[in-house]
């Protein structure tokens, strides 16, 4: 479908389409502005809701030129990586026409346990800034905690168990930690995407 997004729409026929997430801001635009971009399909009321994670700039722009060509636009990045998506419990922070947030609310249904209006276009994209910032942050100092126990001579398990009784518990401590103290690395969402995130969240400040 991303590689052509305009045959895509037109095809079918469709008041809203949702871009899945994409690597770079760069991929993002070449979606939308790129020969046989969305744009070159919208119009006539149409929607395009973009689930990638971006700045408030990017998001804005792409916002204006689909406003301008006479559809709507809604940006709704994910909170969430690989398993809440498998089972449909994605947080989805949207920003942007209110109209088209309400058609796409059944959708959305399908994929997330909680979808939330938080106002004009820019504000979804630097919630999610905010909420992967905390979350690569505590990744940080929690894998930082887990060498350091075990270069102490403690036993992982033990500090897993500390964590869970106490102000830290969280279910991420708890689906990564034991998979951490077992040396097994699946990726749920890799660390270039986790980068790219802090990066963009370090010049949202």
């Known amino acids: ?48 809701i973009d689930m990638s994670t971006v700045d408030e700039a990017t998001s804005k722009r792409i916002g204006e030129a689909v406003i301008t060509k006479g559809g709507r636009f809604l940006e709704a990045p994910v909170s969430g990586s690989k398993k809440p998506a498998i089972d449909g419990q994605l947080i989805i922070l949207a920003a942007g026409d209110e109209s088209l947030f309400k058609e ?24 999610k800034l905010v909420v992967n910032m905390v979350m690569g942050s505590m990744m940080e100092a929690f894998c930082e905690g887990m060498a350091l ?38 990726a749920a969402f890799p660390l270039k995407h986790q980068q790219k995130d802090l990066r963009l969240a370090v010049a949202l400040g």
């Open 149 to 186: 126990t075990e270069k102490a001579g403690l036993k992982q398990s033990d500090l897993l168990e500390v964590l869970s009784l106490g102000a830290m518990a969280n279910p991420m401590f708890a689906l990564k930690g034991p998979a951490i103290a077992a040396r097994n690395y699946p």
């Open 104 to 127: 796409a609310e059944p959708a959305m249904a399908k994929m997330a346990k909680r979808w939330m209006h938080l106002g004009e276009t820019g504000a979804g994209a630097r919630m």
């Open 1 to 48: 479908m991303l590689s052509d997004p305009d045959a895509a729409i037109q095809a079918t026929g469709a008041m809203h389409r949702c871009n899945p997430p994409v690597l770079t801001q760069d991929h993002v635009m070449q979606v939308v502005f790129g020969e046989s971009g969305v744009l070159s399909a919208m119009g006539n009321n149409k929607g395009y």
